[in-house]
């Protein structure tokens, strides 16, 4: 056996143990159970957690494991899902008092490839009610609370906000969240983790409860790039039962992701979108931007088309229209307990007219050209990843968003890796956004193992 922490390390470091047979999955999965059971109550990160058969699953991979029948690197290895994510049998409620009682009639096709690879599933955690807001608090299913201030309950990001409470708190290795404006990037970013955006069609959205379907996207939350690496392959490839994954081919982004960044060309977002940013947040943006440099980078300021704000905008509406589309019956119902903060926000989309919805489609095919016209020849565009450090949810305003940086990556349909880049001067996690073209996940992932290798922000804990 071995001295490897259960709670902390990284996915592929647990791996190697079990498959070294220095470590047992029987062993991982008690220890992280028995991490639940102490902090969960305080955190409320899962919703439910399957302990009973999350180690009857873990006994059953350890006597495969152990009989040369693992099928395959990552066997025995838990992972939490976010609370819209069908399990056949199991509730999933999206996050909604509403809908508490719903049981999945279908797996999600992704959550499939996980169990197929051999992870165990060790619960659900809990989400922004309909996956709709990107603070992550739940009026009726409770705020989860944000590992890195014990004192203060402060924002753990959204609306995948119990996955990453639960891997940022070390109750589990990596898991799932969705992106539909920034939902996997903004807990990544406050509980001081990995996360990234993939590009609409990369991962089958079968079997996820959808809020917007031209916007919506799974994607890993880790502690490390080469675990969001690892668990993004597990999910990707064409599904039948998902047409957007159509022609979207498998891009193994491992054997590219160690050649570094000398030589590559960043852009720069323009010193405009820095106002209004915290400090401490742009002083860590600017290291991580000398950092990069320090590695070989060659980064310039660009001038871009139109105001990160103006997009999210536009993505606000896209989201309003279509989530009305699928909840809007369940929030006009005024007996039901839906939560105060998120009606209004499906509300948008339930007097936009025809001719709104289209001409905001349109109008983002040519912010997109535009777009790609201004950052053609670069291969990443850095930003923050959020504008602050988690707030005090006290402080929030819910008629506003923390999604400034984020939202606008959505309506480009590119995608994004988010890595902790540094803490604030009382503890809290900051976090930097690198950019790319739709369908790069491997550039995203390449620029941040650079960055990471070369700093250990990813290293820290909180004070649990």
């Not at 079990?18 to 028995?34: E, K």
């Not at 990544?188 to 959808?210: E, H, N, Q």
């Not at 209004?344 to 025809?354: V, Y």
Request: aromatic share 6%; glycine share 10%.
């Amino acid at each position: 056996m071995t001295d490897i922490d259960p709670a902390f390390s990284t996915a592929h470091d647990l791996a190697d143990a079990i498959q070294a047979g220095r470590l047992s999955p029987v062993t991982l999965m008690a220890a992280l159970l028995d991490r639940i059971s102490r902090h969960d109550e305080k955190l409320h990160s899962f919703v439910t957690v399957y302990g009973k058969d999350a180690l009857q699953a873990a006994e059953a991979a350890e006597k495969a494991i152990r009989s040369g029948h693992a099928v395959g690197p990552l066997h025995g290895i838990p992972v939490a899902l976010k609370d819209i994510i069908d399990l056949e049998g199991r509730v999933t409620t999206g996050g909604s008092f509403a809908l508490k009682d719903r049981v999945s009639t279908v797996t999600a096709t992704l959550a499939k490839k996980l169990i197929a690879a051999g992870m165990i599933v060790i619960g659900k955690t809990h989400s922004v009610e309909f996956a709709m807001g990107g603070w992550g608090t739940n009026q009726h299913m409770g705020t989860p609370w944000n590992p890195w201030d014990l004192e203060t309950l402060r924002a753990p990001g959204g609306s995948s906000a119990g996955t990453g409470v639960a891997i940022g708190a070390g109750l589990a290795p990596w898991g799932l969240g969705t992106d539909t404006g920034g939902s996997v990037r903004l807990p990544a970013a406050w509980c001081g983790l990995t996360g990234l955006k993939t590009t609409v069609g990369r991962i089958s959205c079968f079997g996820v409860l959808p809020l917007a379907s031209s916007l919506d996207t799974p994607g890993p939350m880790t502690r490390c790039v080469e675990d969001a690496a690892l668990l993004y392959n597990a999910m990707q490839g064409p599904d039948s039962l998902d047409p957007l994954t159509k022609g979207v081919a498998f891009e193994d982004p491992l054997p590219e992701m160690r050649r570094g960044v000398a030589g590559l060309k960043l852009a720069l977002m323009p010193a405009s979108e820095r106002e209004g940013v915290d400090p401490e947040v742009l002083a860590a943006f600017d290291a991580s931007v000398e950092k990069l440099r320090e590695l070989g980078a060659t980064i310039e300021e660009v001038s871009l088309p139109l105001p990160f704000a103006a997009m999210g905008g536009m993505t606000g509406r896209i989201i309003g229209a279509e989530g009305y589309h699928f909840v809007g019956d369940l929030v006009d119902d005024m007996d039901l307990p839906i939560d105060e903060a998120v009606r209004p926000r499906i509300w948008i989309g339930k007097d936009m007219t025809a001719k709104t919805y289209l001409g905001t489609l349109k109008k983002r095919e040519f912010v997109k050209r535009e777009y790609d016209l201004s950052l053609a020849g670069y291969d990443a565009l850095l930003t923050p990843t959020t504008a602050t450090p988690a707030p005090a949810v006290d402080s929030i305003d819910q008629s506003q968003t923390p999604a400034l940086f984020t939202r606008m990556v959505n309506l480009l349909d590119r995608c994004a890796l988010a890595l902790p880049n540094g803490f604030t001067a009382s503890g809290l996690p900051t976090s930097l956004q690198i950019v790319c073209d739709g369908y790069d996940e491997a550039m995203a992932l390449r620029i941040g193992w650079a960055y990471e290798q070369a700093t250990d922000w990813n290293s820290r804990r909180p004070p649990l």
